[in-house]
Every structure is written in C-alpha cells, then in structure tokens.
C-alpha cells in the first residue's frame, strides 16, 4: 500500500515536471511557427511557472479545508483542459493563455502530496517516504524531453499538448479510483477568508519558515537554471539535435534518483541536519568540478553534463530536510505551509528560468557559475535560519 502511495503522490508530482519539459525540444519550432523569437517563447515557459507558483499558495489552504482529494480532482480537470486547448492554440496569445492555465492547475499535485505525507507519516519515515516519491518523480525530467523530442520529430510540437492531456485524464482515473481522502472532515480547517489571512500571516511571521522556504528555492535555482536554458544548453552550447537532450536530462536526474534513494536509506541512520551538511558539501563539490571544467576546457559531452549529476545528487539529498524541518513548525496547517514552501520554491524556480537564464545563454561557464552562487546563497541562508530555532527544551 505504501507502495503504491508514493507512486500515486510521485505521478501527481509529475504533472508540472512534464509540463515544463515535454516540449522544450519544440521551443525553437513554436518561436518559427508563430514568428516570435527565442526570448518570446522563452515567455511560455515562465508563464507557466509564475502561474504555478502563485496558484501553489492555495491549494494547500483548500485542501486544509475541502479535503485532499476534490482539490487534486478539480485541478486535473483543469489541467487536462488547458492541455488539449494548448495543442490546439491558432495564436501564440493563445498558447500563452493555455500554459498560463496548465500553470494554475498543475501544482495541486505536488503541494498536497507533500501535504498527504505529513498526515500519514512523521519523523523518518516521513524523510524517507519524501526521498521515495522524490526517486519515482525524478522519472518524469528524465524521460519528459526525450519523449518530447520524439513526439516533435515524428508528429511535430502540437503532438507534446496532446500527451499531457492524456497525462492529465490518467491522473484522474487514478486518484478517482486509488488515492484515499486522508484529512477526515472533523481535523479540516473552516473556510473564512479572514481566519484564513491570518494563517499567512502566521506562518509569513515565522523568520525559521522564510529562511528555510527561501534555501530551498535558492538551492533549486541552480537546476532551475539549467532547465531554463536547456534548449540553449542542449543544441546551442553542445550543438546537439532535437531528439538528444537526454545528454542533458539523463545525467541530471540520474543523479537526483540516485541521491533520493541514499537519502531515504540514511533517513532513519543519520539525524536531518547531518544529512543537509552532507548535501550542501556534494553540491560544492559539484560547483567547483562545474566551474573548473568550463574554464578550462569547451563544452562538450559527457563532460559538460558529469558535474550535474554530482550536484543533482546532493540536491536530492538536502531538500527532503529542508523541506520537512519548514513544514514541520506548523502541524496544525501542513496543506497552507506546504503551498508555501512551494510558492517560495516554485517563484524562485520562475524568475530564475525566466529571468537570470536568458542573461547566461550561449556560455556554460556563466550557467556553471550561476548554479556555484545559488549552491552558496542557499547555505548562507539555512545556516541563517539555525538563528531562529527555538531553543531545545
């Protein structure tokens, strides 16, 4: 059963991977389709991902008070619609508006996933069961581009949308079928705008919460980087084709995969903040090999990729903790301090992407160190956020 709970909850963490990656071989085609350029259709992917983060704020407060799974169910509908209405889009105005509503409805998953976890499990199994669904999920960037690749190769970008509404309308049979409700009606929260004000601004007042909140999107900022210019990276930098960004997917979540399942051993061996130490360090690693090879040497493959999933393996590592230790300040509202680990995590995600990433294109050295500042900028703030830890009793 609990099996099958972390796959459900890793599938549903899926959605918004897919949505970013599956057509990001079919950038450069969408731009010549439409007659925009690369910075324009650069929008499509941070409408997305502004869109998601902002909509992250309130699933969580909705499903603290609706219960886990009409939320989950309302999203996907949404989310398969906005699908289908993408693949068919005339305009690029209308593919903007599409992505934006694949953005609002595709987060539900993630942040009341995490939010399932914390009412089922606590403690080390809790990081465990995290490090789990985060080995399954990292699946989905895998495979996303290289199956989008294909797709657009063989039935052009429009092909990509028509997937994730598959996608989309599978979700929905599935949860409909095997994902149990796990908020009882009698622990939900009342729904009153005014109470539920308030308990932003609880958890907005918590300077622990926003320094952890704000380590996690600042750690994520160095895969969000490459993400963001993976187009760039994959067949400008390296001078690959459509169909060959697994050089880049693969050794990226390959380390992430890698990185979960050793976390989710040492989970119930090694205390969490160990395990971050542990994390960050690999992460260092990782930058320093990064930035020492493009300085040296050209970008080219399997060298330019190694460094990453070196770095992807100590993200994996960290980001349960931190993850748990910001959502764990506040039991009594984990579905709205999951959504807004996830706002901070996802916002962060979207302005890197959308706004730092087309400034490094074209040269893998600045990405490298790009990746190197948002490594250290994350540890100077989960270190800042020990400040605020309650003294031990």
């Known amino acids: 059963m609990q099996r099958l709970l972390t796959t459900i909850l890793a599938c549903l963490g899926m959605i918004g991977a897919l949505a970013i990656d599956t057509y990001l071989p079919s950038m450069p085609a969408i731009g010549t389709e439409f007659g925009v350029g690369p910075v324009a259709v650069q929008q499509t992917l941070s409408v997305f991902l502004f869109t998601f983060a902002l909509m992250m704020l309130f699933y969580g407060t909705l499903s603290d008070s ?6 989950i169910l309302g999203a996907l509908a949404v989310y398969t619609l906005a699908s289908v209405g993408a693949a068919l889009a005339p305009t690029f105005g209308w593919l903007l508006v599409f992505r934006a509503l694949q953005g609002l409805s595709a987060g539900a998953g993630s942040v009341i996933g995490q ?46 949308f028509i997937f994730l509404a598959i996608f989309g309308a599978a979700m929905i049979l599935l949860v409909t079928r095997l994902l149990p409700e796990s908020l ?9 705008p005014v109470t539920i004000s ?16 704000l380590a996690l999107g600042l750690v994520f900022g160095g895969l969000s980087l490459y993400i963001g210019a993976a187009a760039n990276f994959v067949m400008e930098i390296l001078g690959l084709p459509e169909t060959a ?26 205390p969490p903040g160990r395990l971050l130490w542990t994390g960050y360090a690999v992460m ?12 040296m040497f050209p970008a080219v493959v399997p060298w330019a990729v190694l460094p990453l ?21 506040f039991p009594d509202n984990r579905g709205l301090a999951a959504s807004m680990v996830g706002f901070i995590q996802m916002m962060s995600f979207a302005l890197v992407s959308g706004l730092v990433a087309p400034l490094l294109f074209g040269s893998a050295l600045k990405l ?12 100077l703030v989960w270190r800042l956020s020990r400040r605020f830890a309650p003294p031990a009793a």
């Open 245 to 270: 960004f697994a050089w880049m997917f693969i050794p990226l979540i390959g380390g992430m995969v890698a990185g979960s399942a050793w976390g989710g051993k040492r989970a119930h061996k090694a």
């Open 66 to 71: 609706f219960g886990r799974r009409p939320v």
């Open 284 to 295: 260092a690693l990782a930058s320093v090999l990064n930035v020492g090879y493009n300085t």
């Open 368 to 379: 490298a160190c790009g990746a190197a500042v948002s490594v250290l900028l994350s540890f």
């Open 115 to 160: 939010a399932i976890v914390q009412d089922r499990f606590s403690g080390a199994q809790a990081q465990k069961m995290m490090s789990h669904i985060m080995m399954v999920f990292g699946l989905a960037p895998a495979i996303a581009p290289v199956l989008g690749g294909w797709l657009h190769v063989t039935f052009g970008w429009r092909s990509t």
């Open 198 to 213: 308030r308990n932003y601004l609880m958890v907005l007042r918590n300077p622990q919460f926003v320094m952890l909140s």
């Open 309 to 329: 999933a070196v770095f992807t393996f100590g993200l994996a590592v960290a980001m349960p903790g931190i993850q748990l230790s910001a959502m764990g300040l």
């Open 184 to 192: 009882p009606v009698e622990k939900r929260q009342v729904f009153h």
